[in-house]
Each structure stands twice: as C-alpha cells, then as structure tokens.
C-alpha cells in the first residue's frame, strides 16, 4: 500500500525524545524554550509561542485580537473543520467566503462583500500548504482596520514573494500566524502548534492562556532559590506543548529544508506525469508563491466519480484522500453557526449542505481528491501512483451495461 502521506523521522528524534525524557522535564520546559527560539529564527518572526496543537493555536490568536462572543471572522468554509471550530470557540459566527478553484484558497475578490460592522478578524487558510494571496488580503483588512490570522497549518516552510526577496510564511505577514505539528503535515511533533507575531503583547497574552494564566511560569519558580506562589488572575487553558515533542520539533526543523526540496521535486514530477491525462484539473503556484505541497490535490474531469476513482485506486494499492472538507455541510454547522455574505443580506436561499455562495468550495470537496506525497516517496511509487489514476478514470469512461 502506497500511503497519502509518512512522516520523516529518524534517530536523531528517538534520541532527542529519550534525552528530554533523562532529563526530567516531561512537559513544557527548556526544550521548547528553544523550540520556539529556532522556529522564530527559520521563519524570520520576532516572537514564536508553542502549544498543543495548531487548533489551541487559532483559538489563542482570536482570543488576543479581542473576537467575542456575537462577533463575526471571515473565514473559509473550504478547510479542516478546526478553523471554523476555533470561531466558535470564542463564541463568535464563521462567515464563509468561496475559494480561487485553481488555488483552493480564499478569493480576496469576494472578502469586501463578506465585511460589517460586526466583523472583528479575518483568518485566511494557506490551504495544503499553498499560500494565501497575502498581499490582497492584508490590503483590504488594513482598510477596514481589521486583524488578519493565517491559519499556516499546513504551510511549514512555504514561501512568498514581497517585493524582491522571498520570505518564509509565518513571519508573520499578517498580524499573527498558526501552525500545525500534525503526523500529516511536512514536519510532525506528534501533535502540537505554534503561533509567530510581532506583537510583543500578543506573544505575552498566548504564554499566560496556554498555562491557566498562572502568573509566574513553572520554569521559574523551580528554577528560584525562594519560595514564590504563583497566582491566576484569570480563566485560561492546558494548551501546553511538552519538552518531549519540542525535542523531536528541534531535530524536525533541522530536516525541513530537505524535506521541502523533496515536495517540490515530487510535485514538478506530479505536474509532468499527469499534464497529458485528459480532462485531469492540477494545482496552479502563483508566480508569487512557493508551496511546501504539503498535499498534492487534483480536480477529476467532470464526469468521474470521485468516490469511484478513489475506490479503484485503493484496490490496487493506493490510498488517497477526498478534496478538502466543507464545514458548512457538517452536522455541526447544519442550518446554524455560520453564514454567507447572501446570508449577511437576509436573502440566501442555501439549502442543507448546498450554498450557492460557497460553489467552488463544494465542487472542489466533491471532485478533487489527494494523491500520496511524502519524501520518501520514490519514482517508481510516484509512477504507480500515476498510472492507477490513469487506470481508474480510464475505466469511467468505459460503458456500463444493465442485465
């Protein structure tokens, strides 16, 4: 079986796990004191907080530029459910906006009509590692005053281009940035997340909610040669990540240019192989823009069935992922707990899991599917891979016959 994706890890991360498990910090201490101090040097960022996961990571980041409870971020609905999931936590509505269909991220051209007067943040999605139109975004939010989060889960070592030099998302280009440590994504703690910014006060803001708001760190009250009782000024959350997995996050950020470079090679490999198969849509990298391809996601020609074609691939020994999930078609979001810019107007006639605002949004989901990408990936793999593609839509157009 050729997996949809591996995580890269060696000896170097069982010995930098045992070696913070000898030392008897077991959960958050120096090692993700340096964690965070090397993720904020890669990714060129003034300040780097690590914590559980990349969904604390969102929900840290709304709660610091002030989303309350009757507010409104706009947002996609074209991600993994954690990013409407991290609105909702702080008691605030996901306005979902529609996607570019060849990016799979955000439309700036759509994000102005999505704007009121309860709007508090917008939080774009680099989606599969490819990034946002930054430069878009940013200027409309700046004209309305508004923060802007990257929900970077996916976006470890991706680039953009400002100006003439190319810099690392995460630093932060917007007002704060969130990642994911995900076994699924290019670099893996097992679980975790971190949030870069400039903004010495945030950064401030995210260390006290990860540890209940306890007003003096663990780290220095063990460290004192006095006694000193810590207090909680205020509500906060276990969002801690451990020394043990800021460990294996140290040797993994040493990997990750390779790591990269590995992606970038496979999908070149990826655009090559499957350009001549009819009717198949592939991923466009702006020119702007250069993806870690944290996944590799293509568009079925319009009379396969996605279901079909992945089942067909699976039988043969390869395993791949449907597009990108819709939030608004969850039972979760079922009728309630979002909207659509039709919606802000009080003129939307969206049915259940169908909105006529969110069209690309669903298409991709329902004809898109992911292909295996991890580094070590081989040709031969990557050539299995294409041809049971090939083999599976090539079957869709033979014709079925009814006894």
Wanted: hydrophobic share 40%; glycine share 8%.
């Amino acid at each position: 079986m050729i997996p949809i994706a591996k995580p890269q890890i060696g000896e170097e991360e069982v010995q930098a796990a045992a070696q913070a498990l000898r030392s008897g910090w077991v959960s958050q201490g120096p090692r993700v004191a340096e964690f965070e101090q090397a993720f904020a040097a890669l990714v060129g960022a003034p300040h780097a907080c690590a914590v559980s996961s990349c969904t604390t990571a969102l929900h840290l980041a709304l709660l610091s530029v002030g989303v309350h409870p009757g507010d409104e971020v706009i947002t996609v609905s074209h991600s993994f459910i954690a990013t409407a999931n991290s609105i909702r936590y702080c008691g605030a509505l996901p306005v979902f906006v529609d996607i570019e269909p060849d990016t799979f991220n955000l439309d700036p051209a759509r994000l102005e009509f999505a704007i009121t007067e309860r709007t508090k943040a917008i939080l774009c999605v680099h989606q599969m590692g490819m990034p946002c139109d930054l430069a878009q975004i940013t200027a409309i939010a700046a004209g309305h005053g508004l923060p802007v989060i990257e929900d970077a889960a996916c976006a470890i070592g991706s680039e953009i281009r400002v100006g003439d030099a190319w810099e690392r998302i995460g630093k932060p280009h917007g007002d704060i940035a969130c990642f994911s440590f995900h076994p699924r994504k290019v670099i893996t703690t097992g679980e975790g997340g971190m949030l870069t910014t400039r903004n010495p006060e945030w950064d401030a803001q995210f260390r006290l909610l990860r540890q209940h708001c306890m007003s003096v760190p663990d780290t220095k009250r063990h460290a004192s040669a006095e006694v000193i009782f810590e207090g909680y000024p205020a509500v906060g959350y276990n969002y801690r990540m451990t020394d043990m997995q800021a460990a294996v996050g140290c040797e993994q950020l040493n990997r990750l240019p390779e790591i990269v470079d590995k992606r970038r090679q496979l999908a070149a490999s990826y655009q090559e192989l499957l350009g001549p198969i009819p009717g198949l849509g592939l991923p466009r990298e702006p020119a702007w823009a250069r993806s870690n391809w944290q996944s590799y996601c293509v568009r079925l020609p319009e009379a396969a069935d996605q279901k079909r074609v992945m089942q067909r691939m699976l039988d043969t020994g390869v395993a791949t992922r449907r597009g990108i999930m819709c939030s608004h078609r969850e039972g979760a979001y079922a009728g309630e707990g979002w909207t659509c810019t039709t919606r802000l107007k009080g003129r939307c006639d969206c049915s259940p899991g169908t909105c006529a605002e969110l069209a690309h949004s669903e298409q991709a989901q329902d004809h898109c599917i992911v292909l295996p990408m991890f580094p070590q990936m081989t040709h031969h793999e990557q050539g299995q891979v294409v041809d049971a593609l090939r083999r599976a839509l090539a079957d869709e157009q033979k014709p079925t016959h009814s006894s």
